[in-house]
């Protein structure tokens, strides 16, 4: 007992040394999308639709990022952990021309179809002429948006999350001023309104691609840029990536009938969601995004040094501290529901609803401290799918199918919509302990590595 103890330690030390970096990188990211907001707020209501409508298309280079960054820290980790220097460092380099070269048609599309993909969505011209404005300038920095991911997760399965946080902490601080500068005119920079802040953003995105490049191709740094020429790793990144890159796009997609759903209650109601949502993201986000890398890092890498005894007791001591530190969440979100809602608006109807979405989501982050964890230890082994599946039929059987049903067809209102939510949460979680106690992504790792370790041969 006393040396499990001392184990659990151990991991929880390496995982908190691990973690906080990453902690603070998603504090800033999540700032800098609070100061967007707060500015084009300044402009006009309409604005601040632009830009949330713009956004529903901005997630595909977020999800190809992501997705391809799974890849990359799967792969990466586990070739630190087993010392393979050559195909990790062939493993980032492909990645990063990978998702370069798929943001390109990204570049295309929003030069040519910004302003026809927003009126798809019913705007009001004027909105779709600012919408499609800021757009074309976030699909120009696409490609350099999924390096910047890349390169992060690619330089954090090495152990490294000081440097992406600096990166992205600089670029972010960057994009942050040139949007207060950009859209308000201060100073001697021109009055650009929404096009200064989508303007600033591509400016952002831009910078933090170049220096984390710079940064992995440097000597800083325990990765290299070298020649791309395995297909084996080709088809490692595009097996282990695409399930990822899925899986957040179901969660938007479902994103899109769940609003017309909420829309049934009132503007108010949405609002509220919102509010919730923003709320959970703000408070939360940073330690359940953080202990997902993180358990990624150490699986992964225990993985790569052949004790997958010690990769599965690595993942359940940061599932217990994740838990742990989700319930403080939880309850700062359940009890200071109001004060929190609060901060966001006045407005008597839509204030009620959001206490109750702000609890909701408060209940549901002992889920979180649960599901993002298991998922990062899976992806962390290359097992993309079972988190895929999870979210898949959590997000279109229960957010959606469930609370429909409860909502309208069976006439529970809004109490079927929270109902729906829970139980979304609760059932990724059922999929991924499942998949984490009883799947074989030890041996999934294993083949990997063999097969990268045949074809370096």
Do not use: H, K
Not at 118 to 147: C, H, K, N, Q, T
Not at 194 to 219: D, F
Not at 249 to 254: D, R, V
């Amino acid at each position: 007992m006393a040396d499990s103890g001392v184990r659990v330690r151990d991991v929880w030390r390496r995982t908190a040394a691990l973690s906080w970096p990453v902690a603070v990188q998603q504090t800033l990211n999540t700032l800098m999308r609070t100061v967007d907001i707060l500015i084009t707020g300044v402009f006009s209501p309409a604005a601040v639709a632009a830009v949330g409508l713009a956004d529903l298309y901005a997630q595909l280079p977020l999800r190809i990022g992501l997705g391809l960054g799974t890849g990359a820290i799967a792969l990466s980790s586990q070739d630190t952990g087993r010392g393979a220097e050559a195909t990790r460092d062939e493993a980032i380099t492909q990645a990063l021309s990978i998702g370069f070269l798929m943001g390109v048609p990204l570049v295309v599309a929003g030069l040519t179809l910004s302003e026809p993909l927003i009126a798809l969505l019913g705007a009001d011209p004027a909105v779709v002429e600012m919408s499609g404005r800021y757009l074309a300038l976030i699909f120009a920095a696409a490609p350099m948006r999924i390096v910047g991911i890349v390169g992060a997760r690619s330089l954090q399965g090495t152990g490294d999350t000081r440097t992406p946080m600096v990166v992205n902490g600089t670029a972010n601080g960057i994009n942050i001023a040139a949007t207060v500068g950009l859209g308000l005119g201060l100073g001697p920079l021109p009055s650009l309104g929404i096009v200064g802040v989508g303007l600033a953003t591509a400016i952002g995105r831009t910078l933090e691609a170049v220096a984390m490049t710079v940064a992995i191709a440097s000597e800083r740094t325990a990765l290299s840029l070298t020649r791309p020429e395995s297909a084996v790793i080709t088809r490692q990144l595009v097996a282990v990536s695409l399930p990822n890159f899925a899986e957040g796009l179901s969660t938007s997609l479902a994103n899109f009938p769940f609003n017309a759903l909420l829309l049934t209650f009132g503007t108010e109601v949405t609002a509220a969601y919102y509010i919730g949502r923003r709320a959970y993201q703000q408070f939360s986000g940073p330690l359940y995004r953080s202990a997902s890398v993180a358990a990624s890092i150490v699986v992964g890498q225990t993985l790569g040094e052949g004790r997958p005894d010690d990769a599965r007791f690595a993942g359940l001591a940061i599932t217990a501290l994740s838990l742990l530190a989700l319930s403080c969440s939880a309850t700062v979100l359940v009890v200071g529901a109001g004060p929190i809602a609060r901060l966001f608006t006045d407005d008597a109807a839509t204030l009620e609803y959001a206490v109750t979405f702000t609890r909701v989501f408060g209940g549901s982050m002992v889920a979180f401290g649960l599901f993002f964890p298991l998922s990062g230890c899976l992806r962390g082994a290359g097992e993309t799918r079972t988190p895929f599946y999870a979210r898949f039929t959590g997000s279109f059987g229960f957010l959606l199918a469930f609370s429909y049903l409860a909502a309208i067809t069976a006439g529970y209102g809004l109490s079927g919509v929270y109902a729906g939510i829970v139980l979304n949460y609760a059932w990724w979680v059922l999929v991924v302990g499942v998949g984490f106690v009883r799947g074989d992504w030890a041996e999934t790792a294993a083949t990997m590595m063999a097969e990268r370790a045949d074809a370096s041969d």
